[in-house]
C-alpha cells in the first residue's frame, strides 16, 4: 500500500464507519464544514460540496474542515454535462416581470465546467480518501488517478443504466438517488421529455434493481427522515443511508433562515422543477416554479441567469423566487446539532430493526 491515504486513514472509509449514515454534499454554503466535521466526528461519513465553488475556495474548504476534525471525510463534484442547444434567451425574456419585482437584471446565459479538472486536480493533491460525483461519469483517466491515489470513487446514480454505467468506468460504491430526493436530481443527461430529467425509480425499486444488476456497495439517498428509514434502506441491502434534507436545520449547516422557517413550517408541497437551473431539481412549490413551468433544458445556463433573482428574493426575505432545495420528507427534519441528529437517528434506527426482529418471528 502506497498512498498516504490508506496508511491514514485505512480503505473503504465510506463503508466502514460507526454509524452507516451519510451527511450528504448539499451546495451552496449548506453543507458547512462545520456541519461536515460534525458528523464525522459523531461516527458518520460527511461530503464536502464542491459545486458552485471555484477549485481554490474548495482547497481552503478542505483544509478548514481538516483544522475542525482530524477523521476523513470526502468531497462531491459536478461532472460538467454537453452544452445544451436550447433557447435560453427566450426565457431570460420571459422573467422581465422578475427583474422589475426585484429590481436587478437576470443573469446572462453560459455554459461552464464548474471547474471541474482543477478540483480533480485539488482531490488528487491533497489525498481526499473519498469522492462522489453527480450529474454524470467522472473521466476515465480521473478515475485512475483517483484510484492509484487510494481514493473511494463513488457515482450518483438514479437508473439501473446509469448504474452499470458507472460500474464499468470503475466506481467503488454507487449512490443511489430515489425519486422523492430534495436537490437536483444526479440524471446523467437530463430528458426534458421526462419531469425527472429521466425514468423516475423510488428508491427501493431502484436499490433493488441496481443491487441485482452491478452487486457494488450501494448508498440509498432520497426522502429518508427517520431511523426507520435508515434501517429500511440496510434491510434492503445498502450500505448506508445518505441523508440530506433530515440535516437541513442542523445549528451547523449553512441554510438561510427563510428556507429554515418554511422547513419548519412544513405545509407546502415539494415539486421537480427545472425553473431556477435548467436542470430537475425536488424543491418547494412557489410562485416561481408555477409561473416558470416551462423552462428549458440548459444547466448550467439557468443557474446563471436565474442567480441574481434568487439572490435578490433571499435579500428581500421573499421565498417566492428563491430555489428552495429539500425532499419530499422535509417536515420531519428537526432542528439541533448534526451529533444530536445522528445520535437520535441511529437510536429510532435500532428501535426498528428490534420491532421488526419480533414481526418477521426471527
Ligand atoms: C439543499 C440540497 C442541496 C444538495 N446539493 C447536492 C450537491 O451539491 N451534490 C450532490 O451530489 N447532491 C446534492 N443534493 C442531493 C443529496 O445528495 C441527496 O441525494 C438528497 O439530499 C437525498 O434526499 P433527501 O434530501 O430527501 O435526504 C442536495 C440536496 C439538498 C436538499
Redesign the pocket.
Known amino acids: 500500500m502506497s498512498g498516504g491515504v490508506s496508511r491514514r486513514y485505512g480503505l473503504g472509509v465510506l463503508t466502514d464507519t460507526a454509524v452507516p449514515i451519510v451527511v450528504?454534499?448539499?451546495?451552496?454554503g449548506?453543507s458547512s464544514p462545520a456541519l461536515v466535521a460534525g458528523a464525522v466526528d459523531a461516527g458518520a461519513f460527511a461530503f464536502l460540496?464542491a459545486?458552485y465553488l471555484s477549485a481554490d475556495a474548495l482547497r481552503g474548504q478542505i483544509e478548514q474542515t481538516r483544522g475542525l476534525v482530524g477523521k476523513p471525510f470526502g468531497v462531491?463534484i459536478f461532472v460538467p454535462n454537453s452544452k445544451s442547444s436550447a433557447d435560453t434567451a427566450g426565457y431570460r425574456q420571459s422573467l422581465s416581470g422578475e427583474e422589475e419585482r426585484y429590481g436587478v437584471a437576470a443573469g446572462e446565459a453560459g455554459w461552464d465546467d464548474d471547474d471541474y479538472a482543477a478540483k480533480i486536480d485539488a482531490v488528487v493533491d491533497l489525498r481526499v480518501p473519498v469522492v462522489?460525483f453527480?450529474f454524470g461519469l467522472p473521466g476515465v483517466e480521473d478515475v485512475r488517478r483517483l484510484k492509484e491515489n487510494g481514493t473511494q470513487v463513488v457515482v450518483?446514480v438514479t437508473t439501473p443504466a446509469e448504474a452499470e454505467a458507472a460500474a464499468e468506468r470503475g466506481a467503488d460504491v454507487l449512490c443511489v438517488?430515489g425519486a422523492?430526493?430534495?436537490?437536483?436530481r444526479?440524471v446523467f443527461e437530463d430528458n426534458s421529455a421526462l419531469p425527472g430529467g429521466g425514468p423516475l425509480y423510488d428508491l427501493l425499486p431502484a436499490l433493488r434493481l441496481i443491487g441485482a444488476r452491478t452487486g457494488l456497495p450501494l448508498v440509498a439517498?432520497?426522502?429518508?427522515s427517520h431511523g426507520g428509514d435508515v434501517a429500511a434502506v440496510l434491510a434492503a441491502g445498502a450500505v448506508a443511508a445518505?441523508?440530506?434534507?433530515?440535516f437541513?436545520r442542523c445549528t451547523e449547516a449553512g441554510t438561510s433562515a427563510v428556507h429554515r422557517d418554511l422547513i419548519a413550517d412544513g405545509t407546502r408541497e415539494t415539486t421537480l422543477t427545472r425553473s431556477f437551473t435548467g436542470r430537475p431539481a425536488r424543491g418547494l412549490v412557489n410562485r416561481f416554479i408555477a409561473e416558470h413551468a416551462d423552462a428549458p433544458s440548459a444547466y448550467p445556463d439557468l443557474h446563471h441567469v436565474t442567480k441574481p433573482l434568487r439572490a435578490a428574493a433571499l435579500r428581500a426575505g421573499d421565498p417566492e423566487a428563491m430555489s428552495l432545495?429539500?425532499?419530499?420528507?422535509y417536515s420531519r427534519a428537526e432542528e439541533a446539532p448534526v451529533a444530536a441528529v445522528l445520535h437520535m437517528l441511529m437510536a429510532q434506527a435500532r428501535t426498528a430493526a428490534a420491532a421488526l426482529t419480533g414481526r418477521l418471528g426471527i
Open positions: 450528504a454534499p448539499m451546495a451552496g449548506i460540496p459545486g462531491n462522489s453527480t450518483t438517488q422523492a430526493a430534495g436537490g437536483h444526479g439517498a432520497g426522502g429518508l445518505q441523508l440530506g434534507t433530515a437541513l432545495w429539500m425532499g419530499q420528507a
